[in-house]
């Protein structure tokens, strides 16, 4: 029984270790982005972008983690909940930090003003539904249709810096517009799971895949040093 329920745990741990890597990933290119700014206002963005992402998520992941290894814990739904929750801002935050890293790397764009009136806005409508109690976020089931409310905008705020990094292209040679293609593919992971992974457990899955689109982002940033 107890070699039954090490091989049923055994893709959880799995999950688990590819939540530390990428965590001890993002706090490492947080360092490197900061020791290497010297002045460069695009790299201390990215720094501060790459510590909203990693500590954003770490609230959601870090539960996880000690269920993989530890099994259940007192409290664990709750902590899960609010992990989800904050996660939900940060995810938001790092968008529109993305944008003004885009300012920075391309000083020399002008960003249509319907772009960033459309980007704050939706990024902010997208917290204020998310600090909303009817997300139900501290129990397990949480609110399928308020999820699909809060991740409208959401899709909004993500569309709007595809469309400012392919409009920038290859300038500078730095290939970003490269985090368009990272920004579909994460939100192409991402919705399946928001829409059914509370019927269907597995979908879950896909947001390893999501989260290896983040870590690219932020590698295409560490190629500016």
Known sequence: ???EKTKTRM???????FCIAYLAFDLIAAVVFFANANGSQALFLFGILT???GGGDAFHLVPRILTAFRGSFPGEEWWSGLGLMVS????????VLLFYVWRAVFPQLACPTALLALTWGSAVLRIA????????WFHREGNPRWGIYRN???AVTGLCLVILFLLSGNTGGYGLWQISVAIVISFACYF???LWAKKKPMIGMLMMPKTAAYVWMICMGLCLI
């Open 129 to 136: 539904l998310c600090l909303f109690p009817q997300n139900n």
């Open 152 to 154: 409208i905008p959401f």
């Open 88 to 95: 939900s801002i940060t995810m938001t935050v790092f968008y």
């Open 51 to 53: 510590l909203v992402l």
């Open 11 to 17: 893709p959880q741990i799995g999950e688990a270790v």
């Open 1 to 3: 029984m107890k070699e």
């Open 192 to 194: 399946p799971v928001v």
